[in-house]
């Protein structure tokens, strides 16, 4: 019990980490009483470091700048244990990773760039992007100046674009009646910093290569302040007009400020305004920190594979729809502020649901099994692709009878054939239901702020989640939610607090709203706990079922609620439709 469980490691250049940089474990239990310690055994010794940040979901190391490149072993003690305490994380590389481009500078002035007077300066500018890529690489300077473009900029690979500070150096594009597909496109392995980028009726701004284009990735958005506004200076019919055009497509990828895939992409300290969406983050092992983001009316997300989505600030907007998470494994979503979501739905944070399909086993051989029925491969692991995800693992859910609570992920698959990733615990049989099904897994959402919006919500087949020390303002809360019995397993939610439970929309995103709440629902739903949570003003915790589905339809299991605090609201724990297993304990009320 309390023993620490790495989830994953990530370092200042993704899965690999440099001398002088950075190493972050992230999982449950880390650090008891602020006395962890982390261990780097490789090159011929053991490193002992103690985090320079640590809690119970991260730890944070500093690398020494003289540290020894090579492969070492990570292990993580949370202070507690004594020698049989240590766990093992795993591998990371340790080597040098110096700047991707060349020290050389290309000043767009030596290639005919004028800055302030008001003519077209996109193929200078461009003359120098190509000749930094044919020198291999280098560094495009934007002197001080607003310089105009008409046209998209192609950055090469290896080449930092970067101006001499965001209140210095502008890059603007004039307005135009049909946008441009996208002002900046790059490919991989590129930069650009320190730079304000000014442009109206847009779709993108700032564009990769998807990631599934050979070598995506190694991309860094430093310091930019980004205003893409589609509708400035604009009468009504021209802005009613750009609304009717592209609203409706807002679930487009290709519509945004930044929008970034591939491995090790870092977008950071930067100011991102956009009447479409601030950003669609698409990468695995990647970085979006300290950003200040106002969405319009198309939504935001991220999605990939460990993903760290730290101190950043989205605003939204009266026709802002909120934020979406399709992160498939293993996310760190800390001290965030989101709010300010009105459009449609509000979410200010959701994943959303798969197809799936109900499975039997002809026969079980440890970790390998055959189907009684022939799959669609391709429909199950290529879903919401306009995600950025190109394919989603999958797993079997044993949801009801012999075995029940159990998963394994699939491994390999050839039509019939499965190889999962270990064996079952308990075997299946004729009682057993079988769910066949994408997920997400190990993600976190610690310390955020969420203001004035719906719902903060795990939407099925979430598993492994931790929602810890979140508050809420005038939203509708947090909930887990197994709908049409797809999984929502095992959801801890610790010391959250909600401030304000009446809002502007409730929980479904009703109005008028019913009280905020921390939920679990659906009979989908599996181990859930609810500890030391503190609710105010018109909130409460509940079990129940869908709100639109019968009263009757299936059961919530397995649930903890205790030692919780409820203040100044009707209902204070609503423990309703059918359940089985749920525990009350040591739960205090006050004006209830």
């Known amino acids: ?268 300290d930067c100011e991102i305004y956009s009447s479409h969406s601030p950003f669609r983050f698409n990468g695995n092992y990647s970085l979006y920190s300290n950003n200040r983001c106002f969405e319009g009316d198309a939504s935001n997300f991220i999605s990939g594979t460990q993903v760290i989505f730290e101190n950043n600030v989205v605003q939204g907007s009266q026709m802002a729809r909120g934020g979406g998470c399709f992160v498939r494994q293993n996310l760190y979503y800390a001290h965030n502020r989101i709010g300010n979501m009105a459009f449609h739905d509000a979410e200010l944070f959701s994943t959303d649901a798969f197809t799936q399909i109900v499975v039997n086993f002809a026969s079980i051989a440890g970790a390998k099994v055959v189907l009684d029925q022939n799959v669609d491969w391709k429909e199950l692991t290529t879903q919401h692709p306009w995600t950025g995800n190109t394919k989603w693992e999958v797993a079997f859910f044993i949801t009801l009878g012999t075995g029940a609570g159990q998963y394994r992920i699939i491994k390999t698959y050839n039509d019939r054939k499965v190889e999962l990733n270990q064996p079952w615990d308990v075997l299946p049989d004729s009682t057993s239901t079988i769910m066949l099904t994408p997920f997400y897994i190990n993600n976190m959402l610690i310390d955020n702020e969420f203001h004035d919006g719906a719902i903060v919500a795990s939407y099925c087949t979430g598993i492994d989640w931790v929602l810890a020390s979140n508050k809420i303002t005038r939203g509708g809360g947090i909930h887990n939610f197994g709908h049409q019995k797809l999984p929502s397993w095992y959801h801890q939610y610790f010391d959250n607090e909600i401030l304000v439970g009446s809002g502007t929309r409730g929980p479904w995103g009703d109005i008028p709203p019913l009280d905020s709440h921390l939920s679990v629902i659906g009979e989908g739903a599996r181990g859930t706990v609810f500890r030391r949570n503190v609710l105010h003003n018109n909130s409460r915790i509940e079990t129940e079922m869908f709100l639109w589905g019968p009263s009757d339809r299936g059961i919530v299991r397995d649930v903890i609620i205790e030692h919780n605090i409820i203040r100044n609201a009707t209902t204070g724990i609503n423990v309703r439709g059918r359940n089985n297993g749920v525990l009350l304990w040591g739960n205090r009320f006050e004006r209830v």
């Open 1 to 268: 019990i309390n023993a620490p469980d790495p989830w994953w490691q990530q370092g200042d250049w993704g899965k690999e980490a440099s001398p002088g940089g950075w190493l972050r474990v992230f999982g449950k239990c880390l650090s008891l009483n602020n006395k962890a310690t982390v261990a780097l055994q490789g090159a011929g010794k053991t490193l002992i470091f103690t985090p320079v940040q640590q809690d119970q979901w991260s730890l944070n190391v500093s690398l020494p700048e003289n540290m020894v490149a090579g492969e070492y072993n990570t292990w993580v003690h949370n202070g507690c244990g004594g020698p049989a305490g240590w766990k093992q994380v795993g591998i990371v590389k340790i080597k040098a990773h110096p700047p991707l481009w060349k020290s050389d500078v290309f000043d767009i002035s030596e290639y005919g760039a004028v800055a302030n007077d008001e003519f077209e300066d996109g193929p200078a500018i461009q003359a120098a992007l190509d000749a930094a890529g044919k020198n291999g690489g280098g560094i495009v300077l934007i002197p001080c100046g607003r310089f105009q473009i008409n046209t998209t900029l192609m950055i090469p690979r290896f080449v930092l674009l970067r101006g001499e500070g965001t209140d210095l150096s502008q890059l603007y594009w004039r307005d135009r009646i049909t946008p441009l597909e996208t002002l900046i496109q790059g490919t991989n392995s590129f930069g650009i910093e320190d730079l304000s980028i000014l442009a109206f009726n847009h779709l993108v701004g700032i564009m990769t290569d998807r990631g599934t284009a050979p070598e995506a990735g190694n991309v860094f958005l430093r310091r930019l302040y980004i205003y893409l506004n589609r509708f400035e200076d604009e009468d009504f019919t021209i802005v009613f007009d750009r609304l009717k055009q592209r609203h409706l497509e807002s679930a487009d990828r290709n519509m945004g400020a930044v929008v970034v895939d591939g491995e090790n992409v870092q977008v950071t």
